[in-house]
């Protein structure tokens, strides 16, 4: 059993420093949804779709058009714009997040792709590394035929609340 580091609330903003990982703006919605949602202590965020560093989205099928390493960051890039909207409907305060509780992944893959799992590892990782023990969660990891966009991956999370 890998022993993981339990961080204190107040840390979660300093560990994205400490990663190095700058936070994208959030995305408004697209379509007739929201990007996130609170009911109780549970706070839902629509799916983050793959984009780069410069706004460019990360387009095309795994073991295809990208390789596991590609597949991994662009699910990587999906995870920050989770916790950009996290920023947003939190008013900025990351002590307000109690606990990861499942990611959903998406992998535009080929028909015979089968790491759809190492591909959304890219997010359940950033997760894990900017929350600690309270970054820890349940997960699908699922192949579909293509994503809104031509993306490579798209993830959505659900957050438990203080």
Known sequence: M?????????????????LGLKLPDPK???????ATKI?????????????????????????KDL?????Y??????????????????????TKIKSCIKLTGFVNSTDNFQDQPKIIN??????ASVFGDAGMH??????????PLGVAVEVDAIFELN
Do not use: H
């Open 2 to 18: 890998v022993k993981r580091k339990s961080y204190g609330k107040m840390n979660y903003l300093e560990n994205l420093e400490k």
């Open 73 to 94: 960051n662009a699910a990587k890039r999906c995870a920050l714009s989770i916790i950009s909207q996290i920023m947003k409907a939190c008013d900025k305060d990351l």
């Open 122 to 127: 890219g997010a359940s990782d950033l997760i």
């Open 39 to 63: 009911i109780g202590k549970m706070l839902f965020v629509s799916g983050q779709i793959s984009i780069d560093e410069k706004g460019e989205l990360i387009k095309g099928k795994v073991g």
């Open 138 to 147: 349940t997960r699908a990891a699922v192949s579909v035929n293509s994503l």
């Open 28 to 34: 408004a919605p697209v379509g007739n949804y929201v």
């Open 67 to 71: 390789d596991v390493e590609s597949g």
